[in-house]
């Protein structure tokens, strides 16, 4: 069973870079048809699809955050990263990493971590 866990810092200081990283267990980063994707949700905010990295290698990013969105992967260590630069208090939210498989049903989530902006 695939199992994906965040981690991270939870306090980062405006206008630094926002970096955290999600663990696989389960499947590899690899497979054929599997997508690494970072979400976020504001307080008292819905879900913010901010993009992906595709089991080829390739990154999509919504054009909310491709100016400052990095997501990355460590095949040997099974993991994919997002780095969000110059953060801001409006990027406080939980942050899910995410699994889109091409032909599922469902999606695979982690269960979120807290990330708070402030000074």
């Known amino acids: 069973q695939v199992q994906l866990q965040e981690s991270g810092s939870g306090l980062v200081k405006p206008s630094q870079t926002l970096s955290l990283t999600c663990t696989v267990s389960?499947?590899?980063?690899?497979?054929?048809?599997?997508?690494w994707t970072w979400i976020r949700q504001p307080p008292g905010k819905g879900l913010e699809w901010i993009g992906y990295m595709s089991y080829s290698g390739n990154t999509n990013y919504s054009p909310s955050f491709k100016m400052r969105a990095s997501v990355s992967r460590d095949t040997t260590n099974n993991q994919f990263s997002l780095q969000l630069s110059s953060a801001t208090p409006e990027d406080t939210a939980i942050y899910y990493c995410?699994?889109?498989?091409?032909?599922?049903?469902?999606?695979?989530w982690g269960q979120g971590t807290q990330v708070t902006v402030s000074s």
């Open positions: 995410n699994l889109r498989v091409l032909g599922s049903r469902n999606d695979y």
């Open positions: 389960g499947a590899s980063i690899t497979t054929n048809y599997h997508y």
